[in-house]
């Protein structure tokens, strides 16, 4: 069993500030990329950031120089800090773990989602 649990969402005003955690927890060897994507009303998910096992970290032009990814691997855990909120950053964040495991036919990654943290931002 495999979860994948978000957390930190919430209303925030115009330039305030969110940070969102995420941790897996299961049964896995290791976690490879964790990744912050999100999906407003009537839009496709699209990525925010991610952060590979060695803290390489890949941003969406919209969100570079406000927003910061950072993970703990002791902890399994990935974090999302959001600064200088828009209105235009309210929307569903959903986190996501490559997971590398074992279930006793060789190993293999896979990916898992967590169930989404909703923010908004209010003008």
């Known amino acids: 069993q495999v979860q994948v649990v978000e957390s930190g969402g919430g209303l925030v005003q115009t330039g305030g500030s969110l940070r969102l955690s995420c941790a897996a927890s299961?049964?896995?060897?290791?976690?490879?990329?964790m990744g912050w994507y999100r999906q407003a009303p009537g839009k496709q998910r699209e990525l925010v950031a991610s952060?590979?096992?060695?803290?390489?970290?890949n941003y969406a032009d919209s969100v570079k120089g406000r927003f910061t990814i950072s993970r703990d691997n002791a902890k399994n855990t990935v974090y999302l800090q959001m600064n200088s909120l828009k209105p235009e950053d309210t929307a569903v964040y959903y986190c996501?773990?490559?997971?590398?495991?074992?279930?006793?036919?060789?190993?293999?990654?896979?990916?898992?989602w967590g169930q989404g943290t909703q923010v908004t931002v209010s003008s």
């Open positions: 299961g049964s896995f060897i290791s976690i490879n990329v």
């Open positions: 996501n773990a490559d997971l590398y495991m074992d279930l006793g036919r060789g190993k293999f990654e896979s990916r898992y």
């Open positions: 952060v590979t096992r060695g803290d390489n970290t």
